[in-house]
């Protein structure tokens, strides 16, 4: 039920109007594979629970408490990536977990992440 919940989510947020009109949009100068692991490395410090991670399609399940939320990673070109966080049930505010988050990769920003395959 999540991965359809997922697809469906996907799907209909992909637009690139979407994107461009949408405060819960935020860009970063950085490669798509860098603000990947720069969120799981945010949402691990902030103790969000992972729930799932699809590093090809460029997403992120995640939860706090009761609420889940949807973390989309869209390359905009080799060194600029933009972040979408979409709650993916109704049952609460986005706009602290958004700011909580978008505040702490800013912070990783500088920090250099290696993964563990490389």
């Given amino acids: 039920m999540k991965k359809i919940l997922i697809l469906f989510l996907a799907l209909f947020l992909i637009s690139p109007t979407a994107i461009s009109k949408n405060a819960n949009t935020k860009n970063f100068s950085r490669s798509a ?3 990947l692991m720069n969120a799981v490395v945010s ?4 103790n969000y629970n992972l729930l799932e991670i699809q590093s090809e399609s460029g997403y992120i399940l995640f939860s706090k408490g009761e609420d889940e939320y ?3 990673i869209f390359e905009n070109g080799s060194n600029s990536s933009s972040v979408k966080i979409e709650k993916a049930n109704n049952s609460s505010s986005l706009s602290e977990v958004q700011t909580n988050l978008y505040l702490k990769m800013e912070e990783n920003l500088d920090t250099s992440f290696v993964r563990a395959d490389e």
């Fill in 33 to 35: 594979d860098e603000i």
């Fill in 43 to 46: 949402l691990a410090e902030l």
């Fill in 70 to 72: 949807l973390l989309m």
